[in-house]
């Protein structure tokens, strides 16, 4: 693939050293690879047999499992998440790919009843998985490895031929999976990578008319900008965030609920979708329990993470840093108290950051802050506290906590969410349940055979045969 003559430099978030450098794609290059992933979809004879593609998804599963630690370190120096959950997403990277190959084996058509008026006798129908064209995935920095795998290898097993654009501060690990493809058997036209910073490269090979389907993870403002430019008939799921509402009753123990939340609240410094942003606690715990969680948070080890030890690492980029800490700043000159944290220890580095009873206007409030932040809010009424966590216009994953069964199932209910956990943190997730976020969080559902079932379509046949007769009437017996 040719490629322009500006080159990608990839920094290790924590210091800002090289990692890399790439030369990024053009122009040409994009259409090149349109090309070429129309022609093999267009034309059957060269459509990989079902068997060819479980084939490559078991082997690619055992590649990577040969590679973990190279997989995992390559996350770490290009991503900044600390190696321990660097080494988690490797492992739910490689079970992502089994759970690929488990829906390829066990999803498929289903039959559509006939017979049921006099004009469908004499014919059967049933339906078959068919791929929906070409698939266009663009992926964000946060799950380097995992968030690729999740929109790739569901593109393989339904026979997509598909197109990725990595995240430019995070291309490396994308890289690493499609060699190992390759490597696994899967020919090279079938999986492309475009690297490139360019948006308006980026919106070309999204917005063209050859696409399929279009999966995008990241900003709300980018995908539903790509989702208005998309070309008639191309289908899509996006992928934002929001934040993620926490409701906490008086009944609690305020020592669980901190454990609980504390990973919730601080992975990967807060730069995930679903982190815990924003804790609605009763006024019989609130006070206890934010002086509790900044006691917790106020320990974390921060710092380099390739350390083992570190627990919260660097954000993405310096930019990140000064952008949090304004909005900390923003809240607390509001009235809101600051109980830990609340500055900038490095260029990338931010303290875990707990506010109590911040305004209600302020952006750490009705905002994404994707960063090592989280608000305690008390509350005395459910009612005032429902309406303050659905109160934004984003809505994904929420949680409520309480001893109590039947005040779970109505909170569950009555939360503006996809998905409610009861007493864990929102961050949760396993890689085959539904993940999808509602109104400005995203469009359709996440999760490998939601997505599998998203790049194909259900081709329907139905067959007339005049030995086809209705059964007779049995009778009473």
Known sequence: MKTTNKILS??????????????????????????TAYRLFRDQDLWLPAHARLAVLEKTAALMEQRYDALAETAVREGGKPLADSRIEVTRAIDTVKATAAVLRTR?????????????NHRVAFTRKAPIGVVVAVSAFNHPL??????????????????VKPAPDTPLSCLAFIDTLHEAGLPKEWVQAIVTSDNDLAEKLVTDTRVGFFTFIGSAH???????????GTRCALEHGG?????????CDVYEVREALLKGCFYHAGQVCVSVQRIFAHTKVATRFATQLAMKASGMQLGDPMDKNTEVGPLIRPGETDRVHEWVTEAVKGGGQLLTGGEKLSDTVYAPTVVFNPPPDCRLM?????????????WFELDDALARANSLPTAFQAAVFTRDIELAMEVSGRLDASAVMVNDHTAF?????????????????????????????????????????APPDAGPT
């Open 146 to 163: 995992n968030l690729i795998v999740h929109q790739v290898a569901p593109a393989i097993a339904a026979g997509c031929p598909v197109i």
């Open 108 to 120: 498929d058509g289903e039959t559509v009843p006939m017979g049921l008026t006099p004009p469908a």
């Open 10 to 35: 990839v920094l290790n978030p924590f210091d800002l050293s090289p990692v890399d450098t790439l030369a990024e794609n053009d122009e040409t290059d994009i259409e090149d690879a349109l090309t």
């Open 222 to 232: 980018v995908g539903w900008s790509l989702r208005s430019k998309l070309a008639p």
């Open 429 to 469: 997730r396993t890689d085959w349940m539904p993940f999808a976020g509602l109104r400005k969080s995203g469009l359709g559902t996440g999760g490998v055979p939601y997505t599998y079932d998203d790049m194909t379509v259900d081709k329907m046949i139905v067959l007339r045969t005049d030995s086809l007769v």
């Open 243 to 251: 934040a993620a509402p926490v409701i906490v009753t008086g009944d």
């Open 366 to 378: 009705t905002e994404e802050v994707f960063g090592p932040v989280v608000c305690v809010d008390p």
